[in-house]
T-cell receptor
């Protein structure tokens, strides 16, 4: 597609349930990022993939959060035992380059708004 | 840890200049960015500046960087109603990667 696509655009789930959020990066982009944006705040880094591997997962808040990118393209962010505090907009971004390479702008998707009730 | 701060709100009249300010704490910040977020839209990169520069101009946008004070500003000349949005300051060590964002400044442009 022309840009980063995230599905669903909105997700409402009950506390304690499991959710999966999907990101389709721009074709050919090897780097993929997940961020979380809580209401009234800036996005916070969660995890960075280079190809299929998680190069930096230091932003994941706890072990309920997990992300995969098995074929180096689509990524899924998985949240177990959701809590009300997980409610936020989850943003995905992709870029061409690898860590340390210059001039690789990150393009953001429109996000998935997750509401835990 | 790393921290990026911005004032939360700014109101200007159409046609005036807007100046949005940002401070950051990480001395190793190599790149500093301004992103724009409109309702229902993704983050859009407006401009960025490398830390060895002190100014960058791109059409109506002027970015000033005071590295000593760790202060970044974005000036929008001839502000239009279409400029109404939330503006995020961000920093990173490597271009385009692992951003630390500020809380965003909501710019309202009054007719």
């Amino acid at each position: 597609g022309a840009g980063v696509s995230q599905t669903p655009s909105n997700k409402v789930t009950e506390k304690g349930k499991y959710v999966e959020l999907r990101c389709d990066p721009i074709s050919g982009h090897t780097a993929l990022y997940w961020y979380r944006q809580s209401l009234g705040q800036g996005p916070e880094f969660l995890i960075y993939f280079q190809g299929t591997g998680a190069a930096d997962d230091s932003g994941l808040p706890n072990d309920r959060f997990f992300a995969v990118r098995p074929e180096g393209s689509v990524s899924t962010l998985k949240i177990q035992r959701t809590e009300r505090g997980d409610s936020a907009v989850y943003l995905c971004a992709s870029s061409v380059g690898t860590r340390g390479m210059g001039n690789t702008e990150a393009f953001f998707g429109q996000g998935t708004r997750l509401t835990v009730v | 840890g790393e921290d990026v701060e911005q004032s939360l709100f700014l109101s200007v009249r159409e046609g005036d200049s807007s100046v949005i300010n940002c401070t950051y704490t990480d001395s190793s910040s190599t790149y500093l960015y301004w992103y724009k977020q409109e309702p229902g839209a993704g983050l859009q990169l407006l401009t960025y500046i490398f830390s060895n520069m002190d100014m960058k101009q791109d059409q109506r946008l002027t970015v000033l960087l005071n590295k000593k004070d760790k202060h970044l500003s974005l000036r929008i000349a001839d502000t239009q109603t279409g400029d109404s949005a939330i503006y995020f300051c961000a920093e990173s060590e490597n271009y385009g990667q692992n951003f630390v964002f500020g809380p965003g400044t909501r710019l309202s442009v009054l007719p």
